[in-house]
């Protein structure tokens, strides 16, 4: 399949918002609607989706979603006790990364895929603040399938927030001090929620 972005639909801007020390960029559809349909499925079909776990307080919890690496040999990942070596590219992934990449005029070389099958999976707060990430990193967030709302707080002061939809086809850069000032999540949602792919491609540093 060859994945063209927005090629029926009218292109949409991007949206920056500049909050305190961060920075983010929304484009609410940066895919077409058939294109994002498409690449749901044949994300959910293709891709090697494992749930992992994490070591917490000497128990071996499981990670509330299912997740997958992909990128460069060399792009090795490592959080929360987790060390990610990379799948190697799909199609598809090479042909998303390379239509963002003039977005944001940055090159990545890895991308982790979260998969929340329903509305009890979830991300909880976090920074992406990895030392390999480097400062100031852009990670461009790609979505596909329910929209689920992505929360953001400042880390020395809870009560400045910010909150998005963000929605089938969408992207959203983060850069800046974001990631430095902030904290991200993706919350549990009671409402019925059908399947949600994320997309976060990230420059791991060599
Ligand atoms: O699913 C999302 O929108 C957020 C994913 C995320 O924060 C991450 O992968 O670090
Ligand atoms: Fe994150």
Redesign the pocket.
């Known amino acids: 399949m060859s994945v063209q972005g927005n090629i029926f639909d009218e292109p949409t801007a991007g949206n920056e918002i500049v909050l305190r020390n961060g920075e983010l960029v929304y484009y609410p559809q940066f895919f077409s609607k058939a294109v994002s349909d498409q690449l749901l499925q044949l994300l959910l079909d293709n891709i090697a989706w494992k749930q992992e776990s994490m070591q917490l307080y000497g128990k071996q919890v499981l990670f509330p979603r299912l997740m997958a690496w992909y990128g460069d040999a060399g792009a090795r990942y490592t959080f929360s006790g987790n060390s990610f070596t990379p799948h190697p590219w799909t199609p598809a992934l090479l042909q998303i990364r390379d239509l963002i990449t003039p977005v944001t005029g940055k090159p990545f070389n890895s991308v ?1 895929l ?1 998969l ?1 099958r329903h509305g009890n999976d979830s ?1 909880g707060w ?1 920074a ?1 603040d990895e030392p390999e990430l480097g400062p100031q990193p852009v990670i461009a ?1 790609v ?1 596909f399938g329910a929209t ?1 709302r ?1 929360l953001l707080r400042y880390k020395n002061d809870h009560h400045l927030k910010h909150e998005l939809a ?1 929605q089938h086809g969408s992207l959203l850069i983060m850069k800046g001090d974001l990631q430095q000032y902030w904290e ?1 999540q ?1 919350p549990k949602t009671s409402k019925a929620t059908t399947g949600r792919i ?1 997309l ?1 491609f990230r420059f791991i540093q060599p």
Do not use: A, E, G, K
């Open positions: 982790l979260n929340y991300m976090h992406d967030s979505n689920r992505f963000l991200h993706v994320n976060t």
